[in-house]
């Protein structure tokens, strides 16, 4: 029997209402979507970017390095910027008469509210005393005048009489361990700063990590295989200063 014409039309406006309730469960943007302004795009707060310089000693100010020695330090670059896009910052270092700085990059491309690393070389004088030397890092936005200022040291020294520290040790003594491999590991650090780790198992030399440019903390990390070696093993972790100071830890421990 033929369809009633105002039934196909109730039909079709069934039909019809489904089918947009369909596509808005499916594409929910589709409904919430709604300009913001008169242009249709979200607001863009610009604000001045930040610096730190994040491999200050121990959370003190500044990095210990000897008469002509070069020390690398790390700079954290905020990006302020809310609801932007990227944008590029500038950065430079200024220092004492006599030091040297370097830059193997001295730009850096970061979104809003996102950070990055930029590092710089500086160098102290072959001659020089003993103190702290003042740093200033200038952060600027490319092609623009906000700029921001962060403040660091370059601490000279020419004596050290004190060993370094080592910590975190892996195994620990009197661990077990298992598995195909482990890694034998130490971390280090040191009044002033430490030049090189060294790691020996059974009295063999398995790996030397130098420290040049770091002056907050070093390790030596090894992967061992351990599939044949099951007993008693000792690892020897050395720790030299730039001054010659040695500190020496042992951990003894069992591969099963």
Partial sequence: MPVPRLARARFGTLIAAVSLIAILLVSPSIASARPSGSSGTSACTSNAPRASVDNNYRGGSGSWGMPGQRVKYAIDVFNNDVGCGSSSFVLSLSAPGGFSVSFPTSTISLASS?????????????????????????VSRAGGSSAA????????????????????????????????????????????????????????????????????????????????????????????????????????????
Avoid: Q
């Fill in 114 to 138: 996102a950070t990055g690393y930029v590092f710089a070389d500086v160098t102290s004088p072959a001659s020089i005393a003993d103190g702290d030397y003042p740093l200033t890092v200038t």
């Fill in 149 to 256: 200022a962060a403040t660091s040291s370059y601490k000279v020294y020419s004596s050290d009489t004190a060993a370094p520290e080592m910590y975190w040790m892996y195994p620990a003594d009197g661990a077990a361990v298992r598995g195909r491999s482990t890694y034998v590991s130490v971390n280090s650090a040191d009044d002033h700063a430490v030049r090189r780790v060294d790691l020996s198992v059974d009295g063999a030399h398995m790996a030397t990590t130098t420290c040049d440019n770091i002056s907050y903390e070093c390790g030596v990390s090894y992967v061992w295989s351990i599939r044949r070696v099951h007993g008693t093993h000792t690892a020897t972790f050395t720790s030299t200063d730039w001054m010659g100071n040695v500190a020496t830890e042992t951990s003894t421990f069992t591969v099963n």
